[in-house]
């Protein structure tokens, strides 16, 4: 047995961060980050919540989440497995409807060949004996072009990503752990990162590597032509 409150307040503690960060991070109010950490936890709404919180925060800080809702259940006799689902990227979604778009400009661009190549055939076969004219070049536009946008995908033990649009007040477009083998795609070509563990994902943009720092708790902006840190 291990006390779950000191293990979580020593973790947080060690990294350097504050209430209102692990609030931004986990989307957990601060005085239910700080009952998890002083074990008050007649103070959460219940036992679904209190355990789908415990899980969130130790993730955010980089431990095993299950080990504390282990450690929850045995202590409070906790039945049954009710922890809250893990909210799906939304975007997953867009990623989906990413890929399918890509699809779609390469059948496209194949279909235009075949029918191009099919008249050239046809002129060559009946055109009277007459020397066949070059077929036209096909444009490079009907070729189906690097999808724009901003590519991770999780490696090793993975890590604690947040994604906004363009800047640090910019729109959230991924929010969560990308663990090792995930791999999820934005649309866009400017990007804010918080990234807990460098290490923990490789990023592309635009097709190309994003080299990042090796620093924890990393934060940059991300364009096609440079990374820069920011505060």
């Known amino acids: 047995?291990?006390?779950?409150?000191?293990?979580?307040?020593?973790?947080?503690?060690?990294?350097?961060?504050?209430?209102?960060?692990?609030?931004?991070?986990t989307k957990i109010r601060a005085k239910y980050i700080r009952a998890l950490e002083d074990e008050q936890f007649d103070i959460l709404p219940g036992e679904t919540y209190t355990k789908g919180f415990l899980r969130s925060y130790a993730e955010y800080l980089g431990l095993d989440g299950q080990i504390y809702v282990d450690e929850y259940s045995t202590r409070h006799n906790v039945a049954g497995f009710d922890d809250m689902p893990q909210r799906r990227?939304?975007?997953?979604?867009?990623?989906?409807?990413?890929?399918?778009?890509?699809?779609?400009?390469?059948?496209?661009?194949?279909?235009?060949?075949?029918?191009?190549?099919?008249?050239?055939?046809?002129?060559?076969?009946?055109?009277?004996?007459?020397?066949?004219?070059?077929?036209?070049?096909?444009?490079?536009?009907?070729?189906?072009?690097?999808p724009v946008g901003l590519?991770?995908?999780?490696?090793?033990?993975?890590?604690?990503?947040?994604v906004r649009r363009g800047s640090s007040t910019g729109r959230v477009v991924f929010q969560g752990t990308v663990r090792r083998g995930d791999d999820q795609f934005v649309a866009g070509s400017r990007f804010w990162l918080y990234v807990r563990r460098p290490s923990g994902a490789h990023f592309t943009l635009r097709g190309k590597p994003v080299s990042l720092p090796s620093r924890r708790n990393l934060k940059v902006v991300v364009t096609p032509s440079k990374t820069a840190r920011t505060p």
């Open 1 to 25: 047995m291990f006390e779950i409150g000191n293990s979580l307040r020593e973790a947080r503690v060690r990294q350097g961060l504050d209430y209102p960060q692990v609030e931004l991070g």
């Open 89 to 146: 990227p939304q975007t997953s979604v867009r990623a989906r409807r990413d890929r399918a778009v890509e699809r779609r400009i390469v059948l496209l661009a194949l279909a235009g060949i075949a029918a191009l190549t099919a008249l050239v055939i046809v002129a060559w076969r009946y055109g009277g004996g007459e020397a066949a004219s070059p077929p036209p070049s096909v444009p490079a536009r009907t070729t189906a072009a690097a």
């Open 151 to 162: 590519r991770f995908v999780g490696t090793h033990r993975g890590t604690y990503l947040v």
